[in-house]
């Protein structure tokens, strides 16, 4: 299992848009994702779980990957947020 | 996969075999990925799915429910493939089951009542010489009544089967029925009685155009029918792609119905009337020149022409043999007919035998043999052996071997009757013996072929009930097929939940929801600032700016009311929400109001967005209305 912690830096946090994006990102691995904050979950593969977080601009995350792909996962999904959120 | 143990169930997409599985744990995921053709796999909503990519995917799927023995979850993809592979008469026979299955209810009804009515007025059962009515004359209104409900059902049938036919053949149903209606109007010769004025000449013409066409009903007929409403349904479906949507409602049901009708009477009434005139031949030619050959080619052909409808034209041929029974001793054709009837009965009743786990198909199984062996056959015909089809073969074979004894033995009628096992007392009383005797053979060969048949080609029944026992090669295609009968597609819907005028996916003007990245859907321009609830759901998510909704439905959907474009940036000014996450809430129910011209002024498209965000985990999801809308109408179809 690997994971990491996230600032959101995504003005309008993980709302529809970039949650959509993100299910798509997080389908590509067999690694099951999972995003933590202030103690909810949610399955990054789940959209409407995922908005459930309400996330917001400067939340802090923690992503959860597991599984046999979760080096390259994790390594992904990082750049991902990087990138996009 | 963890043996064929683990797999609860089996379905493929386009692309994707979906299995749901009792331990995933136990797939060995390095030996699925170094099998070439599998091009990936993931875990979705409780399936694992594997890609393979289109074409492949059947073909896999096909030696995969082989391998594993499993037949559940079969999906409209199966169906299209299971219905390419039948030939021209499997797939005529399987549209008569669609058209026939939800009739069914009466046509049994009016069988049973009918053989009611013919224990009541037959002649000489219970009472020397007389029937029950005239043993009992207080009882003759009320086998008046029973008679005259028993008949509705036949009588209409034709507006029955239209109403079917047009549903299952794309065309508007109440005009199916219309079509049918037309057929047997009253004003038209009874198609009953059709038998009887070709012998006497007095069929009635109509005059159109200078073609004389026949003023003749179809009371009692199936096929013409069905090839109206088939007409009808083609007619209709490529009006309305012509005819401008202003004009629609008025233009294409009145041409619809008046093109079909008139190809009714113009060419399947004459084709029906020249089968009749050629049938009347035939029969005299089978009985009188091939002896019991022909009694087993008619004993064969008879359950054919019930199909048709076509039977009703041989009561010419024998109401001719019987004006002359001075000289013939009788007609050979009643004991042929008996036997053939209850041959269908009987492999109706062996169904009943061997279709221990669906205790409806065999209640439906006991009631029509039942009525079969009382002499009306359509309820055993249409309900349960040509629906499962090893029955019908089953009970063709019976009936060819009981009809040929009874030729054989030179078994004459002299009177018109319940062609049933009952129907003994139309036979001329030094035959008796050998009519129960015909009959026996009839009855105890179609049951044993049927159970024989039922062995070979019939395994599906246990295997829809869900037992996993091993079967003969070949055997699931018609299981297949039996399971896409018997099993209607359930689609669950996703009413609107805004009013206003409903756009397609890709015209929602903001690039993410346009894509299908958030799921398949519609956009709603809206007119009011009011969303309620598409269906009965539990809320599953509230985005704190107000603007948007996550409600979980009917089979695991999920569905996303996203009002507006950007208006995240709004920070829920001119938005409230009445629910909270976790409230189950009723279809209709108000979720939340908004501002539209706050939406406006700040700059933004209060286009809204209505999509169903796992629309991958379901075979389709069709759009059943764009345009204008009211809150609540049927938007969305998702196929489960």
Not at chain 2, 466 to 479: D, F, T, Y
């Amino acid at each position: 299992m690997k994971n990491f912690n996230y600032v959101i830096k995504d003005e309008v946090g993980i709302h529809a848009r970039p949650a959509g994006i993100l299910v798509k990102e997080a389908k590509k691995y067999r690694s099951r994702i999972v995003i933590m904050k202030d103690g909810k979950k949610a399955e990054a593969t789940k959209l409407m779980a995922l908005m459930g977080l309400g996330v917001k601009c400067g939340d802090e995350i923690m992503v959860e990957v597991s599984g046999e792909d979760e080096d390259t996962a994790s390594r992904e999904i990082r750049t991902f947020f990087e990138k996009n959120l | 996969m963890g043996g064929k143990d683990n797999i609860a169930s089996a379905a493929h997409c386009a692309t994707r075999l979906r299995l749901v599985l009792r331990d995933e744990s136990l797939i060995d995921k390095d030996a699925l990925e170094n099998v070439e053709l599998v091009k990936g796999n993931f875990n979705n909503g409780g399936q694992f799915q594997i890609i393979l990519g289109t074409g492949i995917v059947n073909n896999v799927y096909a030696e995969f429910i082989k391998m594993a023995n499993i037949t559940e979850m079969t999906k409209e993809e199966l169906k299209k493939q299971a219905a390419k592979k039948m030939n021209p008469l499997q797939k005529l026979l399987k549209t008569l089951a669609d058209v026939f299955v939800p009739i069914l209810p009466a046509l049994v009804l009016s069988g049973l009542l009918m053989g009611i009515n013919n224990i009541l007025t037959a002649q000489g059962m219970f009472v020397e010489g007389k029937s029950l009515v005239e043993a009992f004359p207080k009882i003759k209104d009320f086998a008046e009544m029973v008679n005259l409900f028993s008949n509705a059902g036949f009588t209409f049938l034709p507006v029955l089967i239209g109403f079917s036919a047009a549903k299952i053949f794309g065309g508007t149903p109440i005009l199916g029925a219309v079509i049918g209606a037309i057929m047997i109007h009253p004003d038209l010769m009874n198609g009953y009685g059709y038998g009887q004025a070709l012998l006497d000449g007095t069929v009635p013409f109509w005059n159109i155009f200078g073609l004389s066409v026949a003023k003749v009903g179809y009371q009692g007929t199936v096929l013409p029918v069905i090839a109206s409403a088939f007409c009808l349904s083609f007619v209709e479906k490529k009006l309305r792609k012509i005819v401008p949507a202003m004009l629609d409602n008025i233009v294409t049901p009145l041409l619809s119905v008046l093109i079909a009708g008139a190809m009714t009477f113009l060419f399947i009434g004459p084709v029906m009337r020249g089968v009749g005139d050629a049938m009347t031949n035939a029969v005299m030619w089978l009985f009188f020149d091939l002896g019991s050959v022909g009694g087993l080619i008619y004993g064969v052909t008879y359950p054919l022409l019930v199909i048709t409808g076509m039977h009703h034209s041989l009561v010419t041929a024998e109401t001719q043999i019987l004006a002359n029974i001075g000289t013939l001793g009788g007609s050979p054709t009643f004991a042929v007919v008996a036997a053939a009837n209850c041959a269908q009965g009987a492999a109706a009743l062996a169904v009943m035998f061997r279709m221990k786990n669906d205790p409806k198909m065999r209640s439906l199984a006991s009631a029509s043999g039942i009525s079969s062996l009382l002499g009306i056959t359509e309820p055993a015909i249409f309900g349960v052996n040509l629906k499962l089809r090893y029955p019908f073969y089953g009970a063709l074979i019976g009936g060819g071997i009981g009809a040929a004894y009874a030729t054989l033995v030179k078994v004459l009628s002299v009177s018109q009757g319940p062609c049933g096992v009952i129907g003994v007392i139309c036979i001329r009383p030094d035959c008796m013996l050998q009519f129960m005797v015909s009959m026996a053979i009839a009855i105890v060969s179609a049951f044993a072929a049927t159970m024989v048949l039922g062995r070979v080609f019939g395994r599906k029944e246990k295997l829809s009930a869900g037992s996993r026992k091993p079967e003969p090669a070949g055997a699931e295609k018609v299981a297949k097929d039996i399971h896409t009968e018997t099993e209607e597609k359930e689609e669950k819907v996703i009413f609107a939940p805004i009013q206003g005028n409903v756009i397609p996916r890709e015209d929602i003007p903001d690039e993410t929801f346009a894509s299908g990245v958030l799921g398949d859907g519609v956009g709603i321009e809206p007119e009011t600032g009011e969303v309620a609830a598409p269906f009965d759901g539990e809320i599953s998510s509230v985005t704190e700016t107000r603007h948007a909704i996550g409600i979980t439905g009917p089979g695991g959907m999920e569905v996303l009311i996203h009002v507006g474009v950007d208006t995240v940036k709004m920070n829920g000014e001119g938005f409230a929400v009445l629910v909270s996450e976790g409230d189950k809430v009723r279809a209709g129910q108000k979720l939340m109001t908004f501002d539209i011209s706050r939406i406006k002024a700040a700059g933004y498209s209060a286009t809204s967005a209505v999509l169903l965000t796992n629309s991958d985990d379901y075979p389709s999801c069709n759009v059943v209305k764009t345009g204008k809308s009211k809150q609540m109408e049927k938007i969305i179809m998702v196929e489960q």
